[in-house]
């Protein structure tokens, strides 16, 4: 949500709790996440992969967009937790540009 919001400038993503005004709800699946640790890399660190079927659907329940993302790379830290934080957070600047 971090990443999505900080690279919108008109759309603004929201805890569930909050959706009951949203004009739009993302659903995000996470079909299939593969951990690796990064020894080749200049910065050796805990990374992630991960394949997921994102829907978008507008206040009637039509899906307006889907995206497929498939072998999504994206965080690299030294703590296993905080390089899936940060995966996620690549994932959300991701799909803001898309």
């Not at 004009?23 to 299939?32: A, G, L, N, P, R």
């Not at 991960?50 to 703590?79: N, P, Y």
């Amino acid at each position: 949500m971090d990443g999505f919001n900080l690279k919108t400038k008109t759309l603004k993503a929201v805890a569930a709790s909050e959706a009951n005004d949203a004009q739009y709800t993302m659903t995000v699946t996470i079909t299939k996440i593969d951990y690796f640790f990064s020894v080749m890399s200049i910065v050796p660190g805990h990374k992630y992969t991960l394949w997921a079927d994102i829907s978008i659907k507008d206040a009637t329940g039509k899906e307006v967009c889907a995206v497929k993302a498939e072998r999504f790379k994206g965080g690299r830290d030294f703590v296993r937790y905080d390089a899936y934080t940060e995966m996620m957070n690549d994932l959300g600047s991701h799909l803001a540009s898309i």
